[in-house]
């Protein structure tokens, strides 16, 4: 992704980074949306059951974190929209009409999650308490199916279907067979489940490192709680789909497979190679594990893999590309392992001594640093998923090269953008860390809730003021 050959287009390099980076951007504020409306409303539903104030001072709180990064999310997703057309027209000229439809979609999604979050931030004291909670839940739905709606658009790259060609167009789409592509379910549970692992993690850093530094109240262990048994709930969870997938990946995309297990020759007992690099059609510098890729692949060590050797030259994906899905897939895989080992070590520290969770540093530094850990273990899966289909922008149909634009100079374009995303980025962190100082003065455990079981009066408050719905 980051190399462009002699024969391409000058345009293709600047493309490719402007992608890369603004989708990189984008990505991360993709778990906030999908996830942390979910862990919202966790905390809205704990504090009416149980009466539970602080449940309620998180959820609020959440909830506004939320809004922001939807602000964020919206402003660096139109981009990306706008970006798809002015930089691959090749793409959505000739593949529009199928590849639109799931973006289509995506738009209606997005303008029922926003309806409902003004509805839901706005209601906090204006509704009564379950029916303000019920309409939480709408946000959070409609925030699953748009990025339900994403993942239809990027797994139809990956294995397109669902249309019919005559002369070089499409000139008949069955929706129903783009949207559900035969990659579309694997690839949407596992970035759903991803959503819930970075959210929990990131979230949970947080209050881990506010215990760590003594702020150890029910407010700021019941914020850790909910949002790190989220994410250690979908963890092993994500693992045994991620497994699934990569064998979808050994049917279906043998390119990205043989890149994935830096794999020049084809062959049967493939070891696993843990690190290393491909130089000159050969594998230096990685540990080499026997037989255990044709074990992973097809459950014995006799299963054949397809080498990099096999794939014809002109549509093989370079060495650099082969390295980055080889080095980002290992890299999400360990980021997984590590973080599954700290879940474990919550359960042990759950089970044998809970009592000391709040002040068991070495537990609290390794969950805090989980919260970086997922956000790179996110970033990684997608540098896999986008980096391994080169060079093909949709595999089979149209290379990456071909779809390009070739009218004018990109570069001031991409550093417009850089510019607009640090702009954008410096002021969603100004904003939270306004609303991080704002909170901590109030403190955390007097907070005045807006409703409650218990909160007589703000009941009075909300008769009074006729304002009971």
Known sequence: MLLAAAAEPDQLLPAREQMAFTLGFHIILVPFGVALTSLMLIANYRGLRKGDEAALVLARRWSKVAAVLFAVGAITGTVLSFELGLLWPGLMGTYGAAFGFPFAIEGLFFFLEAIFVAIYIYGWD???????????????????????????????????????????????????????????????????????IVAGFVV????????????????????????????????????????????????????????????????????????GVLIDGEVRYGISVPW????????????????????????????????????????????????????????????????????????????????????????????????????WIVVGLLRTRDAVTTQGNLWPTFAAVLVLYLAVGTGAIWVLLSMKRRWRRQGDENVPVPYGPDDASGARRERSEGKVL
């Open 204 to 275: 949970a850093s947080v209050y881990a490192v506010g215990m760590i530094r003594g702020r150890r109240g029910h407010y700021q262990k019941l914020g850790f709680l909910i949002s790190f048994i989220t994410a250690a709930v979908a963890l092993p969870v994500q693992i045994f789909v991620g497994d699934t997938i990569a064998r979808q990946v050994f049917d279906s995309e043998p390119a990205k497979f043989a890149a994935i297990e830096l794999l020049p020759t084809t062959g049967t007992h493939v070891p696993e190679t843990l690190g």
């Open 292 to 391: 255990v890729a044709s074990i992973l692949a097809g459950f014995k060590p006799s299963t054949r893999i397809q080498g990099l050797n096999a794939v014809p030259a002109d549509i093989r994906p370079t060495t650099a590309q082969v390295n980055i899905v080889h080095w980002a897939f290992d890299i999400m895989v360990g980021t997984s392992m590590l973080m599954l080992a700290v879940a474990a070590w919550f359960v042990w520290v759950w089970w044998k001594r809970r009592n000391t969770l709040q002040t068991n540093r070495w537990f609290l530094g390794a969950a805090s640093l989980c919260g970086i850990v997922s956000i790179l273990s996110l970033e990684s899966g997608w540098v896999v998923t986008e980096v391994g289909r080169q060079p």
């Open 126 to 196: 204006r509704m009564r308490p379950w029916a303000h909670f019920w309409s939480g839940v709408p946000v959070a739905l409609a925030s699953i199916g748009g990025a339900g709606a994403v993942i239809a658009a990027n797994s139809w790259m990956n294995q397109p279907g669902g249309i019919t060609m005559r002369g070089g167009k499409v000139v008949d789409v069955r929706p129903g067979e783009v949207f559900f592509n035969n990659a579309f379910w694997l690839q949407f549970w596992h970035m759903l489940l991803a959503a819930y």
